[in-house]
Structure formats: structure tokens, C-alpha cells
């Protein structure tokens, strides 16, 4: 029936008269015999069909494509009738699904691939609920919808004052220049949408960053009543204790969302980094720095 699918026999490598092969190394390769699994399956599907001829009168009855075809065993068509035994059912599903051959199609591939041979009422819904059932598939299926993590959108403060709430991120892998090589971006996120950018060192820790803002915006704008930030531990980890302790602030908020406001800075500094990268040789003639 699936012969020219899954047809194999038992072999012995190198035992054929025609091969050359030294009698050492002769090997036995132990392939399981398809035909033979398929003709146990058959045959208790079709005993099964003995045992369940009143089942079978009423299927035969909704079903009209069910016929004895051979004159002695139900077909769907082609396809030889599964009555409704669900350890039979379980043995044709896996054997179209769970061999090595096989590769534990869908749901959708694996109905198609049992359609020609079987047929039972209701396959679909069957074949589901085995796939969902098996543990390799769900161990290694691709999540085609992964969640998302929750929203959290950023409304601006109107009358905001200038850098009253700030957005604070690092731009990384610069080329050095004068010593460092990462700039901290802090940018006004609710009134003028302008960026402060302070050259630092990659390595900088929570106490460098609050140092940069005493020194570059304090004396300017005063203390930030709201803080934005990702998850870098400069700010999540210290930057808070640290900025409470030395400023005597309360409390600050920190968001997980980078704010929109912040892409196109992102995207023209990435620009300048570029063509910096193109003036490095100049840098190091003039003395010039490659970037802000």
C-alpha cells in the first residue's frame, strides 16, 4: 500500500557476491521492515472491520464513498477504513508522523500523507490532538506568535520645561577619539526635543554617568523630574540609588521603552559615526575629534 513510500528490508552490507569487500569488514546494517509493520497495522484494521460491521452499515449510510472494494474489506475510495479504535488510529498517525522518515510534519502535511492509504471520520480533529500531544513536536515547533511584551507609552507633560523629563542611552563602538569611545545621550523628551551628547568611555559605571550630568546639565536645566531609560545596569542597577543619594531626589521613574523621540537622534548619530569612521586617518593628523 505505502510500499514505494516506506519500503525497506533487512540487509547485510558487503555480503553480496559481487563485492570486493574483505571478510572483516563485512558489517550488519539492521533496517526496520516497513512492509512488515504495515501489514500488521492492516491487519488489525481489517479484523477490526469484522468486529464493527453494525458501525460500519452506518457509515456506509453518511459515508456513501465507503465500498467493498476488494469485496471483503471497507474502503474509502483507496484508503482502507480505520474503525473507531483509537489505539488503531494512534498506529497510523504515528507511523506517518512519528518515523524517522517522517519528520513530524504538521498537522495539515501529516493528514495529507495518511489520506491516500487511511480514512476514519473526524481525522482531522484526531490528528490535532495527537500532534499536540506529542512531546517532539512541541519541544522543538517554531513559535510562529510570540508574545509581546505590554506596551508602556510615554505621554508628554504639556507646559513641560526644557530637560524637565529626560530621556537617558548609550552610543556604543565608536572609533576613539581623545579617549573615549561611547557617547551618553540625554535628550528633552516633552518641550524643545534637543539632545545633550557627552563623550565617556565604554566601561563608565552608575557614578560616572550621575558626575557627567552634575557637571554638563545640572547647572543648565536643573533637576529632571522624570527619568527615562532601557534596561543598561548604569541606570537600572545603580544610577537611581546613586542619583537620589547625591541630589536628594525621592523618587525617579524609570521606563523599560526607550522613547520614540530618540530614533532619529539615533539614526543621525549613526550617520556621523559612519563618517567618522571615513576621517579616522584625518583625526589623527589634525587632532580633531571623529565625532561630537
Not at 46 to 51: D, E, I, S, T, V
Amino acid at each position: 500500500m505505502i510500499h514505494g513510500w516506506l519500503g525497506a528490508t533487512t540487509s547485510m552490507v558487503g555480503s553480496h557476491p559481487g563485492n570486493r569487500w574483505p571478510s572483516g569488514d563485512e558489517e550488519h546494517v539492521q533496517v526496520m521492515d516497513w512492509d512488515m509493520l504495515e501489514s500488521n497495522l492492516d491487519s488489525k484494521i481489517k479484523l477490526a472491520q469484522y468486529q464493527g460491521q453494525k458501525i460500519l452499515k452506518n457509515w456506509v449510510k453518511a459515508f456513501k464513498q465507503i465500498t467493498l472494494a476488494d469485496g471483503t474489506h471497507w474502503y474509502h475510495g483507496n484508503a482502507l477504513v480505520v474503525m473507531a479504535d483509537n489505539k488503531l488510529k494512534r498506529g497510523v498517525t504515528s507511523l506517518f508522523h512519528n518515523q524517522l522518515t517522517a519528520g513530524h510534519p504538521g498537522v495539515s502535511k501529516t493528514l495529507q500523507l495518511i489520506l491516500p492509504y487511511y480514512w476514519w471520520p473526524n481525522m482531522k480533529a484526531f490528528i490535532t490532538e495527537y500532534i499536540q500531544g506529542c512531546a517532539t513536536c512541541q519541544m522543538n515547533k517554531v513559535n510562529t506568535h510570540p508574545s509581546h511584551p505590554p506596551l508602556s507609552p510615554i505621554t508628554p507633560v504639556e507646559n513641560a520645561c526644557p530637560f524637565e523629563t529626560i530621556a537617558m542611552d548609550f552610543i556604543t563602538k565608536l572609533p576613539p577619539s581623545r579617549g573615549y569611545d561611547t557617547i551618553l545621550m540625554i535628550t528633552d523628551t516633552d518641550c524643545t526635543k534637543a539632545s545633550i551628547f557627552l563623550p565617556c568611555k565604554e566601561a563608565i559605571d552608575s557614578k560616572g554617568v550621575v558626575q557627567l550630568y552634575l557637571t554638563h546639565v545640572l547647572p543648565h536645566y536643573g533637576l529632571p523630574k522624570k527619568i527615562i531609560s532601557d534596561q543598561d545596569p548604569q541606570f537600572t542597577s545603580h544610577f537611581g540609588k546613586e542619583l537620589c543619594h547625591l541630589l536628594d531626589i525621592c523618587k525617579i521613574s524609570v521606563q523599560p521603552i526607550t522613547p520614540r523621540q530618540m530614533v532619529p537622534v539615533n539614526k543621525q548619530i549613526n550617520h556621523l559615526n559612519s563618517t567618522s569612521e571615513c576621517s579616522a586617518e584625518h583625526s589623527k593628523i589634525t587632532g580633531t575629534p571623529g565625532y561630537l
